[in-house]
């Protein structure tokens, strides 16, 4: 199975900074690449797929961008409403997600 | 309005199986190309793809979960369901459905499933 390692696993982080959180894939994955985001007690929601494509609704202050094995999410300009832990997940094979990174409030 | 639903019981005792049934509603399972996935979630841990069903019935599962896992769908009920076998409490976790077999777009509110004697 292919691996994914998300770093950092927390971080903080002020509204209006920029914040980027990096997965890893131990093989690659050709763009294969999704990112979720969680708030607590709710479901996942999918905000980028195909590494770099946003999804319908998702405001443009995230993106996403990476190649072969190595994928970045980036967030422009923190918004209260952001507080929450991102997810990647690759589809390259059997799907697998990576371990999460919380943002936190500074 | 596309919802996921997922159902079945909160508390199951080790050993048992364990069958989540997800309701679907604003597509429909027969569409090609378009798949239900079972993802779960320990309490304060990273979520964990299970399986996933397309609607010509191909069937996908975790490697290190397959031998425990069956999933199936009844289009006309627009239902997938997913069972587990040989219940054990690291079972323990939050059990979405989603739609999609890769990229999950839709999901469900989840169902908390506590596994104790």
């Known amino acids: 199975d292919i691996q994914m390692t998300q770093s950092p696993s927390s971080l903080s982080a002020s509204v209006g900074d920029r914040v980027t959180i990096t997965c890893r894939a131990s093989?690659?994955?050709?763009?294969?690449l999704a990112w979720y985001q969680q708030k607590p007690g709710k479901a996942p929601k999918l905000l980028l797929y195909a590494a770099s494509r946003l999804e319908s609704g998702v405001p443009s202050r995230f993106s996403g961008s990476g190649s072969g094995t190595d994928y970045t999410l980036t967030i422009s300009s923190l918004q209260p409403e952001d507080f929450a832990t991102y997810y990647c997940q690759q589809y390259y094979s059997t799907p697998l997600f990576g371990q999460g990174t919380k943002v936190e409030i500074k | 309005q596309v919802t996921l639903k997922e159902s079945g019981p909160v508390l199951v005792k080790p050993t048992e199986t364990l069958t989540l049934t997800c309701t679907v509603s604003g597509f429909s399972l027969s569409n090609a190309r378009m798949g239900v996935s079972w993802i779960r979630q320990p309490p304060g841990k990273a979520l964990e793809w299970l399986a996933h069903i397309f609607s010509n019935d191909e069937k996908s599962y975790s490697t290190s979960l397959k031998s425990r896992l069956t999933i199936s769908k009844d289009t006309s009920k627009s239902q997938v369901v997913l069972t587990m076998t040989n219940m054990d409490p690291v079972d323990t976790a939050t059990y979405y459905c989603a739609r999609g077999s890769s990229i999950l777009s839709n999901w469900g509110q989840g169902t908390l499933v506590t596994v104790s004697s």
């Open positions: 093989q690659g994955i050709s763009n294969s």
